[in-house]
């Protein structure tokens, strides 16, 4: 990669995809950026305004939101973090089978948003598509693993003329050096979202709140958002 390469990024609104938004931009030089969010039924669809102000603060060339209700609508039965489905647990309520496929995973929701990323750069004549896997201690999703996008670019490398790449650069980081990173870029984190429940404080005790509590906390960076409750387990 070479500075002032054009790319998709991925923008959900929260710490990871926000960060590497930033790291692109400003330590990077990639540009410009087509930013890409969805509204795919998630309970937490407020993170979309967080991408619309991230977006905005990086000046990216354009930013889309893709209505995607159908999938919520299709997964509900399956996927705690739809609206209409099932309650989203604490993490303390989460067994060892339950972490490593929580309640809270969407269906190949990563395989869908990627795939439609890659149409988008790849209309738009760009290769690279970036995305903001992280390494998860406590729990995890099979599609935000160094396994999953090694073999997802294979599938993508058999287009016949200029194959779109995906990129996830903090696949193996902890979400602790994220917000390290975030905060040597000045990221303003009170305009993020990542609790799985909504609500207008985070509840301070689903698996992403704990989560982003424990990485802030570790990361000596203090946390903008207000909380409910702040219960680590």
Not at 45 to 65: D, T
Not at 137 to 156: I, K, M, Q
Request: charged share 20%; proline share 5%.
């Amino acid at each position: 990669m070479t500075n002032k390469t054009p790319a998709v990024v991925l923008l959900s609104g929260g710490i990871d995809s926000t960060v590497l938004l930033h790291n692109l931009v400003k330590n990077l030089g990639i540009g410009p950026i087509h930013a890409l969010s969805f509204h795919y039924g998630q309970r937490h669809a407020r993170e979309l305004e967080c991408a619309k102000w991230q977006a905005n603060a990086v000046k990216a060339s354009s930013h889309k939101v893709i209505e995607l209700d159908f999938l919520g609508d299709l997964l509900k039965g399956h996927s705690a973090l739809v609206s209409g489905g099932k309650k989203v647990p604490s993490l303390s309520e989460l067994s060892e089978e339950d972490k490593a496929q929580p309640p809270t995973y969407v269906p190949n929701r990563n395989m869908i948003l990627l795939s439609l990323a890659a149409a988008y750069a790849e209309g738009l004549r760009m290769t690279d598509v970036y995305y903001g896997a992280q390494a998860i201690d406590s729990y995890g999703y099979w599609d935000c693993t160094p396994a999953f996008l090694e073999r997802l670019n294979h599938v993508f490398g058999l287009n016949r003329n200029e194959a779109v790449q995906i990129h996830a650069p903090f696949i193996r980081m902890p979400k602790t050096e994220t917000v390290r990173l975030g905060h040597e870029l000045s990221v303003d984190f009170s305009h993020t979202w990542t609790c799985y429940r909504g609500g207008q404080k985070a509840c301070g005790e689903c698996p992403a709140c704990v989560e982003r509590l424990t990485a802030f906390h570790e990361a000596g960076v203090e946390d903008p958002l207000p909380y409910h409750q702040q219960a680590k387990g």
